[in-house]
């Protein structure tokens, strides 16, 4: 009788146990092929995040190559996208100042521009992260928190809005009743690792 060909049928499987299949259910090759080849279906999120963060930086090379060729094209200076009488009322409101040349509002509009520009385009690149399509506060607010050069602005534009207000109101309300102590003075209640301002003494 052939050992192979038995009268007795094989047992039921057992839910969740193991089952053994033959090596010659996969071809070898196959079997070769997919250690070799195995596509990525899903990128983990610290993979996603780090291509969104290289894409925003390669987007903001960009701008500023943009921009120094558009400097260096330029030779119309009298059409401004700023108003140059209130950029001349803004630097006179330092009494230092008495007498103000008539280039040094041209090249004030252009900065405030390019300024407006940047922290749009880093605001913008939080949005997209956050999946938005819409550019808000708090993502000025982050590419404010993100960026160094931009750390005068930051008790300028603080990072709580309304909506963030409410939950930290619930989120103390509900850590009191838990018996959980609040921060210390100065320390924002909703995100103690943000960058803060102490007002001094």
Known sequence: M?????STPPPPPVMGAPVAYPPAAYPPAAAAGAAAYAPQLYAPPAAAAAQQAAAAQQQLQMFWAEQYREIEATTDFKNHNLP???????????????????????????ACEMFILELTHRGWAHAEENKRRTLQKSD?????ARTEVFDFLV????????????????????AAAAGIPRP??????????????????
Do not use: H
């Open 155 to 174: 008790d300028i534009v603080p990072r709580d809005d309304g909506k963030d207000a409410d939950a930290a109101v619930a989120a103390a309300a509900a």
């Open 2 to 6: 052939d050992p192979t060909k038995s």
């Open 184 to 201: 210390a003075a100065g320390v924002p209640a909703t995100d103690p690792l943000a960058y803060y301002y102490v007002p001094q003494q």
């Open 140 to 144: 000025i607010a982050a590419a404010i």
């Open 84 to 110: 140059l009488a209130r950029i001349k009322k803004i630097m006179k409101a330092d009494e230092d100042v008495r007498m103000i040349a008539a280039e040094a509002p041209v090249v004030f509009a252009r």
